[in-house]
């Protein structure tokens, strides 16, 4: 039987998650603030997106950018926020902590994986600032998530290939281990086919301006914002449906 693979994009403002879902994205990791990774959007856009995407939509969970170590308050943040996309139907989160060892924060995500059941729950890129990559994907299936977000402890997924698959290869059946970071169509197929991944995730970035808005001559700046390149989903879709 031929392998189902699944394009997951990341869309950093409604617009772009609108467009991804139109170009064929088979689910949207909703965030905003792309300049930092990727932080919770806010309800008014979570709930807008819901009404507007019929396909699974996980919004990321994490109130600030930087490190995933975070306060007893900043934890709290995260609970509500988890216990609102609940309340707004969806699917699934994006989520991860670590402690300042470097460690799997295992209490608190098991509390939060509590928190947002009957939602699936995704670990993010934390994973990869993990010390022992191998004992926290263990720490994370015993957690309750249902996959993991990896470039394989590099910044580029082409570069963590050789973890990634070492990753698929200790995970199958447990939890789902999809590459992210640096992907693209140029690389895709090779990916897929080295790691044995079935889930995939990207951005496909594409900064866009808006040339019609009024702005003063004096304001010598452009008003871009961050979408997504359909042509690219696109791609990176028919990619997939050959392999």
């Known amino acids: ?35 930092e990774g990727g932080t919770t959007p806010s309800y008014g856009m979570m709930a807008t997106a819901k009404k507007l995407i ?4 996980f919004p990321i969970i994490r109130p600030r950018g930087g490190h995933f170590v975070y306060s007893k308050s900043e934890r709290e943040v995260i609970k509500q926020d988890i216990r609102i996309c609940n309340e707004l139907g969806f699917s699934g989160i994006v989520v991860g902590l670590l402690n300042e060892k470097g460690q799997v924060d ?32 263990d720490e994370i299936i015993d957690c309750g998530c249902h996959r993991i977000l990896t470039s394989g402890q590099y910044p580029s997924v082409s570069d963590g290939k050789e973890n990634v698959r070492i990753l698929v290869e200790k995970s199958k059946g447990k939890i789902v281990v999809m590459p992210g970071s640096g992907l693209n169509s140029q ?4 990916i897929a086919k080295y790691t044995g991944a079935y889930e995939f995730h990207t951005a496909a970035r594409k900064t866009t301006f808006n040339k019609k808005s009024f702005s003063p001559k004096t304001m010598n700046e452009k008003m871009s914002y961050t979408s997504v390149d359909k042509k690219e989903i696109q791609k990176l879709l028919k990619i997939l449906s050959e392999l």
Request: aromatic letters at 8%; a positive charge.
């Open 1 to 35: 039987m031929k392998q189902k693979y699944l394009l997951e994009i990341a869309a950093f403002s409604l617009t772009a998650a609108v467009e991804a879902f139109k170009s064929g994205a088979q689910r949207i990791e909703l965030c905003e603030n792309p300049h």
């Open 54 to 57: 019929n396909i699974p939509i």
């Open 106 to 137: 295992i209490k608190n995500l098991k509390s939060m994986v509590k928190c947002a059941y009957p939602m699936q729950v995704t670990f993010h890129r934390a994973f990869d600032r993990a010390k022992n990559p191998i004992r926290a994907i």
């Open 187 to 190: 690389n895709l197929k090779e």
